[in-house]
């Protein structure tokens, strides 16, 4: 089978100048965006994220305060523990056009947030 799928590929390809295979050897991924939020006297900075609708985006969270919080959303399905003065990463998206609110775990009272997808 391995011999029948390389002669099938020389075929389709023998007819095609090197260089025209270049743009598909060189194909780059476009950069995921990242955005930062800070957890400083167990509030979030900013408390309103704003990301395009149909992106996975990166969020960079540092915690300032010199204790724990958990980054916490039932509606993004996220939850992490941030030591204190540490930092993490999580992925969020693609999400559809709304509002997903998050809060701190250990705070929840004064660590609230909102991520709005436009």
Known sequence: MLIIIRNTARRLFAGLPLLALVPIA?????????????????????????????????????????TPEEFESFELNREKVIVGNGETVIFIGPLKTGEYPFFGEFYPKTAQGVVVVK
């Open 26 to 66: 060189g194909f780059v991924k476009a950069e995921t965006p990242e955005i930062e939020l800070r957890i400083r006297d167990h509030l979030f900075f900013p408390a309103t994220l704003e990301i395009p609708a149909n992106q996975k985006v990166k969020i960079r969270i540092y915690n300032e305060d010199p």
